[in-house]
């Protein structure tokens, strides 16, 4: 196994790292927060960069990069507490046109994504909405809860049920008129935009069903792609919070001493460092199922779900016990970071759900059960 | 980045894994059990000797020491088919994977083929004699005294937890040569045969059993050790001690991740197909145990490759920390689900290998108790921690 970065991706890393710093700053997170700044401007540097491009195939414009490349602009991202389209875009609704969509459409959406920073949403509505043919498109009903970013993408790919099967429909935002109602949810992570989403009537062309094989299969690994999004924001956002902590324990001095330098508090930091490297090395092993098509895709992106939550539970409750009252406060960016990773743990799946779906893989050896 | 090793690894993994199939003594054979950890029994030194001779058993050293100057890496795919294989390829682990290659690495070429060349071919077992009733953590406070006499030391003090002294032939013992300096600098490290008169081992019960006798009391009366005996230069104990440890580390990731792949797998096999296999806080714990195992697995690789790019070895600490308290969440887990089915102390958890330790295989309880052997020996978790926090997250001491 080589689970090293290569001398690429490290200057990847370190690229993403110099830009965020100057662009994507704790201040400018903090006046979109408290001021209501509107992030466009950074979504649009970013698509100035191509990030949104990286990880899309060549041929549709994309700069053909991996999961691995993915997941490093990820971390960094959760480390910044970004609050950009990036994630739902790249990790919801990417993947789901790439599994799901034919050729023209993967040229028209994912080369959409690259070229010109249109943003993407993902409705999972299998059970709660229905298609029906409609004059040559397709007629949308129901109701999908809990989407990111539906208040704001360009594009919302919806997983809905026709009387031939699971379909994906992709819905324009903005033409959809009165018949999509979305009503966005004041979550506790100010930063990350989830809504719910009902549909009466909203009618798409025939193009805009997704037209690949095998959608039940493009769909799932679609969603595991998506849950490893939010398992390397989990990691992103808890190495920010070792950080602030590290620092702080290091000049916060009580009884003379530097904090760091008591043991109880240098035991809680390893802690919250070992769960860390726990939880990247297992989701740099589930990227690397995407990049290798690895029949353990499925279930190392479960344990990667779990190694997330098992990290920032670890990360949350010792990074703010170490900042004593200054832990407590608004002014400290800890809970800014704080907030995303628990957001992470409550999307996708919860720690347990997926514990339990690794250990019933192996106990009772029912796969995707 | 790859999930695969590059094919000249692999290449060296199967030219080995075709040598175990050949050579890897049957079950009749395997018959005489060892003991303790410096008690190899003469089929298992045949084959250790065999191993010593084909350039499989310290496969990093030139041939003259058992290897065939191997990468790393193919070093480390060796290892690991033996760990997948669960075989020993010495029943006096301390002597194989600290001692010999301690001498081989400070000693004299007199050094080396007395003492570490005879423990590689599985001819002499050894024993380290570190800790003390005084010294555990704070090795360096350790106090056996050897004076320069003529041509040799005079030793007196004591040692403890000696794993194996009693089987074995000698010990490299640390001892305090110079009590004037501060306590690292007045260490040096000593071939103490247990022969010697004046030395006495004395073994005891342990945790798991009154007749589980690994653990020895070493005493030094008056014992006279030559010179020539002396490893590395004198009052420079602490550079070989801290070599050591090292040793001892960077290989006991693997050992862990076996004791978890134990677990998973013998633990599973006992509850597939009963409602043990359905219960919500047996998968949730279950589920945690193989992500941990493949944690370690995943943060081994990570380390094997940083090592070969000359890192920190506190790295190692991570390794050892996070190893063993996951072993022994596992072990604990396992005991606590079985319930009554895990109180027969006599019954085997699982199934009899005869190139394993039988420790292994014995009761749940057994494997429990057994779980804390890793979490304090070869310097606790609490110190792991310690080094942690300051070497790696520079945190003040
Ligand atoms: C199975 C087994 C086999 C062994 N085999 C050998 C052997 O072959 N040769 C040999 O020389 N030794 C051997 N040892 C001894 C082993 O190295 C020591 O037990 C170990 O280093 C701890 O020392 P101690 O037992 O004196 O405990 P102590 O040092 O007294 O520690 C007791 C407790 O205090 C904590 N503590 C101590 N110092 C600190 C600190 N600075 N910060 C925080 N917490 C601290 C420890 O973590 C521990 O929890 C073996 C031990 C075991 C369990």
């Given at each position: 196994?080589?689970?090293?970065?290569?001398?690429?991706?490290?200057?990847?890393?370190?690229?993403?790292?110099?830009?965020?710093?100057?662009e994507c700053?704790?201040?400018?997170?903090?006046?979109v927060?408290?001021?209501?700044?509107?992030?466009?401007?950074?979504?649009?540097t970013?698509?100035?960069?191509?990030?949104?491009?990286?990880?899309?195939?060549?041929d549709?414009?994309?700069?053909?990069?991996?999961?691995?490349e993915?997941?490093?602009l990820l971390?960094e991202?959760?480390?910044?507490?970004?609050?950009?389209?990036?994630?739902?875009t790249?990790?919801?609704?990417?993947?789901?046109?790439?599994?799901?969509g034919?050729?023209?459409?993967?040229?028209r959406?994912?080369?959409?994504?690259?070229?010109?920073?249109?943003?993407?949403?993902?409705?999972?509505?299998?059970?709660?909405?229905?298609?029906?043919?409609d004059?040559?498109?397709?007629?949308?009903?129901?109701?999908?809860?809990?989407?990111?970013?539906?208040?704001?993408?360009?594009?919302?790919?919806?997983?809905?049920?026709?009387?031939?099967?699971?379909?994906?429909?992709?819905v324009?935002?903005a033409?959809?008129?009165?018949?999509?109602?979305?009503?966005p949810?004041?979550v506790?992570?100010?930063?990350?935009?989830?809504a719910?989403?009902?549909?009466?009537?909203?009618?798409?062309?025939?193009?805009?069903?997704?037209?690949?094989?095998?959608?039940?299969?493009?769909?799932?690994?679609?969603v595991?792609?998506?849950?490893?999004?939010?398992?390397?924001?989990?990691?992103?956002?808890?190495?920010?919070?070792?950080?602030?902590?590290?620092?702080?324990?290091?000049?916060?001095?009580?009884?003379?001493?530097?904090?760091?330098?008591?043991?109880?508090?240098?035991?809680?930091?390893?802690?919250?460092y070992?769960?860390?490297?726990?939880?990247?090395?297992i989701a740099q092993?589930a990227?690397?199922?995407?990049?290798?098509?690895?029949?353990?895709?499925?279930?190392?992106?479960?344990m990667?779900?779990?190694?997330?939550?098992?990290?920032?539970?670890?990360?949350?409750?010792?990074?703010?016990?170490?900042?004593?009252?200054?832990?407590?406060?608004?002014?400290?960016?800890?809970?800014i970071?704080?907030?995303?990773?628990?957001?992470?743990?409550?999307?996708?799946?919860?720690?347990i759900?997926?514990?339990?779906r690794?250990?019933?893989?192996?106990l009772?050896?029912?796969?995707?059960? | 980045?790859?999930?695969?090793?590059?094919?000249?690894?692999?290449?060296?993994?199967?030219?080995?894994?075709?040598?175990?199939?050949?050579?890897?003594?049957?079950?009749?054979?395997?018959?005489v059990?060892?003991?303790s950890?410096?008690?190899?029994?003469?089929?298992?030194?045949?084959f250790?000797?065999?191993?010593?001779?084909?350039?499989?058993?310290?496969?990093?050293?030139?041939?003259?020491?058992?290897?065939?100057?191997?990468?790393?890496?193919?070093?480390?795919?060796?290892?690991?088919?033996?760990?997948?294989r669960?075989?020993?390829?010495?029943?006096?682990?301390?002597?194989?994977?600290?001692?010999?290659?301690?001498?081989?690495?400070?000693?004299?070429?007199?050094?080396?083929?007395?003492?570490?060349?005879?423990?590689?071919r599985?001819?002499?077992?050894?024993?380290?004699?570190?800790?003390?009733?005084?010294a555990?953590?704070?090795?360096?406070?350790?106090?056996?005294r050897?004076?320069?006499d003529?041509?040799?030391?005079?030793?007196?003090?004591?040692?403890?937890?000696?794993?194996?002294?009693h089987?074995?032939?000698?010990?490299?013992?640390?001892?305090?040569t110079?009590?004037?300096?501060?306590?690292?600098?007045?260490?040096?490290a000593?071939?103490?045969?247990?022969?010697?008169?004046?030395?006495?081992?004395?073994?005891?019960?342990?945790?798991c059993?009154?007749?589980?006798?690994?653990?020895?009391?070493?005493?030094?009366?008056?014992?006279?050790?030559?010179?020539?005996?002396?490893?590395?230069?004198?009052?420079?104990?602490?550079?070989?001690?801290?070599?050591?440890?090292?040793?001892?580390?960077?290989?006991?990731?693997?050992?862990?991740?076996?004791?978890?792949d134990?677990?998973?797998?013998?633990?599973?096999?006992?509850?597939r197909?009963?409602?043990?296999a359905?219960?919500?806080?047996?998968?949730?714990?279950?589920?945690?145990?193989?992500?941990?195992?493949?944690?370690?697995?995943?943060?081994g690789?990570?380390?094997?490759?940083?090592?070969?790019?000359?890192?920190?070895?506190?790295?190692?600490?991570i390794?050892?920390?996070?190893?063993?308290?996951?072993?022994h969440?596992?072990?604990?887990?396992?005991?606590?689900?079985?319930g009554?089915?895990?109180?027969?102390?006599?019954?085997?958890?699982?199934?009899?290998?005869?190139?394993?330790l039988?420790?292994?295989?014995?009761?749940?309880?057994?494997r429990?108790?057994?779980?804390?052997?890793?979490?304090?020996?070869?310097?606790?978790?609490?110190?792991?921690?310690?080094?942690?926090?300051?070497?790696?997250?520079?945190?003040?001491?």
């Open positions: 196994m080589e689970l090293e970065l290569d001398d690429d991706q490290r200057t990847l890393q370190e690229t993403v790292r110099g830009i965020i710093a100057k700053t704790p201040a400018f997170v903090r006046a927060i408290e001021d209501g700044l509107d992030p466009s401007p950074w979504w649009d970013m698509v100035g960069l191509y990030w949104p491009a990286l990880a899309i195939a060549e549709v414009g994309g700069l053909g990069m991996t999961w691995i993915l997941a490093i971390e991202l959760g480390h910044a507490v970004d609050p950009s389209p990036y994630l739902a790249t990790t919801q609704f990417v993947p789901i046109v790439r599994r799901c034919d050729a023209a459409q993967a040229a959406w994912l080369g959409g994504v690259a070229a010109g920073g249109i943003t993407g949403a993902l409705a999972l509505g299998e059970h709660t909405v229905r298609a029906t043919a004059d040559g498109g397709w007629r949308l009903d129901g109701s999908v809860a809990y989407v990111v970013d539906a208040d704001r993408a360009d594009e919302i790919a919806v997983v809905a049920t026709a009387h031939d099967g699971v379909g994906v429909y992709v324009e935002r033409s959809a008129g009165a018949a999509l109602t979305i009503d949810i004041p506790f992570d100010h930063t990350t935009h989830i719910g989403l009902s549909l009466e009537g909203v009618v798409v062309s025939g193009d805009r069903r997704l037209g690949g094989s095998d959608l039940a299969e493009g769909i799932a690994v679609a595991e792609e998506a849950t490893l999004g939010w398992s390397v924001v989990t990691v992103g956002a808890c190495q920010r919070i070792l950080e602030l902590v590290v620092d702080h324990v290091k000049q916060r001095h009580q009884f003379g001493v530097p904090i760091g330098s008591f043991q109880a508090v240098k035991h809680k930091a390893v802690d919250m070992v769960a860390i490297q726990r939880a990247r090395a092993y990227a690397l199922t995407f990049v290798e098509d690895d029949p353990r895709r499925s279930i190392a992106v479960s990667a779900k779990v190694a997330a939550g098992d990290c920032q539970e670890v990360v949350l409750r010792n990074g703010v016990q170490l900042f004593g009252g200054m832990g407590f406060t608004w002014e400290n960016d800890l809970h970071a704080l907030r995303r990773a628990k957001l992470c743990v409550t999307m996708f799946g919860s720690t759900e997926h514990r339990r690794v250990a019933r893989d192996a009772l050896g029912e796969g995707a059960a | 980045m790859k999930l695969q090793f590059p094919a000249e690894a692999e290449a060296v993994r199967a030219e080995f894994s075709a040598w175990l199939d050949a050579n890897t003594p049957s079950v009749a054979e395997a018959t059990r060892p003991r950890t410096a008690d190899s029994p003469p089929w298992a030194r045949r250790q000797c065999a191993m010593f001779d084909a350039g499989w058993l310290l496969p990093g050293q030139p041939p003259e020491f058992g290897g065939r100057n191997a990468s790393l890496l193919e070093q480390f795919v060796i290892e690991e088919e033996l760990m997948r669960r075989v020993y390829h010495s029943f006096n682990p301390q002597g194989l994977s600290i001692i010999a290659p301690s001498i081989l690495m400070f000693g004299t070429p007199q050094q080396k083929a007395t003492w570490a060349v005879p423990v590689l599985g001819e002499k077992t050894a024993a380290l004699g570190m800790s003390e009733p005084g555990g953590s704070d090795l360096a406070g350790l106090r056996t050897a004076v320069a003529g041509e040799g030391y005079v030793v007196n003090g004591q040692k403890v937890w000696t794993s194996g002294a089987d074995s032939d000698f010990i490299l013992a640390f001892v305090r110079d009590p004037d300096v501060p306590k690292h600098k007045g260490i040096s000593l071939i103490i045969p247990t022969a010697t008169p004046g030395v006495t081992c004395r073994p005891f019960g342990s945790i059993s009154k007749d589980d006798h690994d653990f020895n009391e070493v005493f030094f009366d008056d014992a006279f050790v030559p010179a020539e005996n002396l490893v590395g230069n004198l009052n420079n104990g602490w550079h070989v001690a801290t070599g050591t440890l090292g040793e001892e580390r960077a290989m006991l990731w693997l050992s862990n991740y076996e004791r978890l134990d677990v998973i797998n013998n633990f599973g096999a006992r509850v197909g009963t409602e043990l359905d219960d919500p806080l047996t998968q949730d714990w279950y589920g945690r145990l193989l992500v941990d195992a493949m944690a370690l697995r995943l943060l690789y990570q380390s094997v490759a940083k090592t070969a790019s000359g890192h920190d070895p506190a790295e190692q600490s390794l050892k920390l996070f190893g063993s308290e996951a072993a969440e596992a072990t604990n887990r396992a005991l606590e689900t079985l009554p089915l895990a109180l027969d102390h006599t019954i085997d958890s699982a199934p009899y290998n005869h190139m394993n039988d420790q292994f295989s014995a009761s749940w309880f057994d429990y108790c057994r779980s804390f052997a890793v979490t304090i020996a070869g310097g606790t978790s609490e110190i792991q921690r310690n080094i942690i926090a300051e070497r790696i997250l520079g945190l003040p001491r």
